[in-house]
């Protein structure tokens, strides 16, 4: 049993963390905090907007801000952007301050779960499997490395998934309180 004070979902685009968090927030009756939107939120912008006019750069440090901000609270369950854990900083809070499930889905399930989306910047590109594919390179051993648990959600509904997903949480992971936080 691993206690920590929040529930971080990281995983590439269209593995399902904010349909899935939004489910699991639920089922252990906590808040959930879906980054992007708080990014968007802040900013005054959609994701598309702060791409287009400020770059990606500008993008990074925003979600960089915004996730310390997330994890400094607790009892939230949190989903991140696919590339929030290319920032180290960003990569050891979520180590400090969440039990980190990596949502793993592949690259042919991503192509088909995003096929109309028009919503990600990164996938305005002709060749979106050559994309993906490049991302999940360069992802895959960061959200290895933080993760307490990887979950492959294959084919399976976000329904499904939150519910079996839930079921190993409930032996592998336990909100930290105050009085039974992680730093005695
Ligand atoms: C990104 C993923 C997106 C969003 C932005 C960049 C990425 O979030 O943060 O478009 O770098 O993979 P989702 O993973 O929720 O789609």
Redesign the pocket.
Known sequence: MNPAPNLVLV?????G??SIGRRLAERFGLAFLD??RE?EAQAGAS?ATI?ECAGEAD?RAR?QVVLAGLLAGEGAVI??????VLDARTRSLLRERGFVVHLHVDVPQQLVRMARDRS???LASEDREQVLRR?AEVRDPLYAEIADLRFDTAAMSAVDTAVKLGHLLDARWQLATPATGTHP
């Open positions: 995983g590439p685009m269209g593995s963390k904010s980054a992007d990014i994701i791409f993008f979600e989903a991140t952007g696919g590339g929030a990600r910047p990164l991302l």
